[in-house]
Protein backbone atom coordinates (compact mmCIF):
# COMPACT_ATOMS: atom_id res chain seq x y z
CA UNK A 1 0.00 0.00 0.00
CA UNK A 2 1.38 3.32 -0.92
CA UNK A 3 0.05 6.47 1.08
CA UNK A 4 -1.62 8.67 -1.87
CA UNK A 5 0.79 11.88 -1.14
CA UNK A 6 3.32 9.65 -2.81
CA UNK A 7 1.83 9.29 -5.80
CA UNK A 8 3.35 11.52 -8.97
CA UNK A 9 3.13 11.76 -11.99
CA UNK A 10 5.37 9.64 -14.86
CA UNK A 11 7.81 12.42 -15.07
CA UNK A 12 7.76 13.55 -11.77
CA UNK A 13 5.21 16.15 -11.80
CA UNK A 14 3.04 16.46 -8.83
CA UNK A 15 -0.29 15.55 -9.31
CA UNK A 16 -3.96 15.85 -7.79
CA UNK A 17 -3.98 15.47 -3.79
CA UNK A 18 -7.73 16.15 -1.74
CA UNK A 19 -4.89 17.62 0.87
CA UNK A 20 -3.93 20.29 -2.30
CA UNK A 21 -0.29 20.55 -4.00
CA UNK A 22 0.90 22.41 -1.43
CA UNK A 23 0.31 20.27 0.79
CA UNK A 24 1.62 17.30 -0.77
CA UNK A 25 4.56 18.84 -1.37
CA UNK A 26 4.93 19.92 1.85
CA UNK A 27 4.49 16.36 2.86
CA UNK A 28 6.51 14.70 0.59
CA UNK A 29 9.79 17.32 1.66
CA UNK A 30 8.70 16.31 5.65
CA UNK A 31 9.59 12.68 4.62
CA UNK A 32 12.63 13.29 2.58
CA UNK A 33 14.15 15.28 5.18
CA UNK A 34 13.56 12.22 8.04
CA UNK A 35 15.18 10.11 5.29
CA UNK A 36 18.33 11.68 4.86
CA UNK A 37 18.48 12.38 9.02
Same mark, same amino acid.
Request: charged content about 20%.
Given at each position: ? *??? @? /?? *? +? /?? +???T +??? +????????? !?? !???? @????
Open positions: I *VPC @H /RV *V +G /RD +GAL +GYA +GGLARKRAL !LE !LEAA @HATA
